[in-house]
């Protein structure tokens, strides 16, 4: 079970970014998708999350009406769409997996990528 996340770069506030998360080893469509961040000496953090059936089902109220996720399972890919980003948002992204959409939701997925760098400069 692997999941590749990438996307991540150097964006000036207010600009956008697309990040993916492309699952191998695993028949995809069956896990919800979760995405977290973390930046350095802080929790990792819950930031958005969608079921296999694709309804979003989780959003942290800090990326609520910027942050959008979707998935195409043909592709085995999970996309967070991030607009009107701000120098907050800057922190390493993950995605995760796991069969429970309670457990995504909860933050402990068993499945995790290895993370991709976003900096929103001001």
């Known amino acids: 079970v692997q999941l590749q996340a990438s996307g991540g770069g150097l964006v000036q506030a207010g600009g956008s970014l697309r990040l993916s998360c492309v699952a191998s080893g695993f028949t995809s469509d069956d896990y919800a998708i979760g995405w977290y961040r973390q930046t350095p000496g802080q929790e990792r953090e819950r930031v958005i999350a969608i079921s296999s059936s694709g309804v979003s089902v989780f959003h942290a109220d800090s990326v609520k009406g910027r942050f959008t996720i979707s998935r195409d399972n043909a592709k085995n890919t999970v996309f967070l769409q991030m607009n009107s980003l701000r120098p907050e948002d800057t922190a390493v992204y993950y995605c995760?997996?796991?069969?429970?959409?309670?457990?995504?939701?909860?933050?402990?997925?068993?499945?995790w990528g290895q993370g991709t760098l976003v900096t929103v400069s001001s």
């Open positions: 995760a997996a796991s069969l429970s959409v309670r457990v995504i939701i909860s933050g402990t997925p068993e499945y």
